[in-house]
């Protein structure tokens, strides 16, 4: 299936540093969706975005919704150890209708002791 | 709110045997809940979309005779791997939609010997 294009693939931080991860598409999307999955979970919601332009927090976490609606990032500032797993955003395609989800192909994100 | 469980959390089963997985919306009604498989190291991919009352739409490459969708009610749809095999082992994820939200279960990790 269709993929979104998810960058950085991995990142290498040390505790207190602020992470920036994106995700781009070729296609527009009318809502975005940034999740965190842990080992052996299920992806957990972090921030939900339904306009262009949208800038929205959550905490440490800051996202938006890009004007061109084929792109958003996510901001992480001053991380923490828990912050530690694998990032993926997620778009819902302006189908009428669909629910689907378009998924990017994640970020890993490690902390360095 | 908007809790999504899985159940089992993990099984092992023999080549050849048959395995069902149940995802419930605990809090919410989901009239439409999607089943996801994830291998290591990789992003969800959607297996198939289960609509309550109605027969599941399986994504291109997915065989539905061997991935068996039910959606029973209003807050349960359950996935059956028939005649499983090695290379069936995986994550599978299921999620349900809150207007333009998806919320994840905690995952199955089934392993095939």
């Known amino acids: 299936g269709q993929q979104l294009n998810q960058s950085p693939q991995s990142m290498f931080i040390q505790e207190g540093e602020d992470v920036s991860m994106n995700c781009t598409s070729s296609s527009i999307f009318n809502t975005w969706l940034w999740y965190k999955q842990d080992p052996g979970e299920g992806p957990v919601l972090l921030i939900a975005l339904y306009k262009a332009g949208e800038l929205t927090s959550n905490g440490r976490l800051t996202a938006q919704f890009g004007i061109t609606r084929k792109d958003s990032f996510l901001n992480i500032s001053a991380s923490i150890p828990s912050d530690v797993g694998i990032y993926f955003c997620a778009g819902q395609p302006p189908n009428f209708g669909n629910e689907k989800l378009t998924f990017g192909t994640g970020t890993r994100l490690t902390i360095i002791p | 709110g908007a809790v999504v469980s899985q159940h089992p959390s993990w099984v092992i089963c023999k080549s050849g045997t048959s395995v069902k997985i149940e995802c419930r919306s605990l809090?919410?009604?989901?009239?439409?809940m999607f089943w996801y498989r994830q291998f290591p190291k990789q992003s969800l991919m959607l297996m198939a979309t289960?609509?309550?009352?109605?027969?599941?739409?399986?994504e291109q490459g997915v065989e539905k005779d061997k991935f068996l969708i039910n959606h029973a009610s209003l807050t349960l749809s359950t996935l059956t791997v028939t005649s499983a095999h090695p290379e069936d082992s995986s994550f599978y994820i299921c999620?349900?939609?809150?207007?333009?939200?998806?919320?994840f279960g905690p995952g199955t990790r089934l392993t095939v010997l």
């Open positions: 999620s349900a939609g809150i207007t333009d939200t998806q919320y």
């Open positions: 809090d919410f009604q989901a009239t439409t």
């Open positions: 289960s609509n309550e009352g109605s027969k599941a739409t399986y």
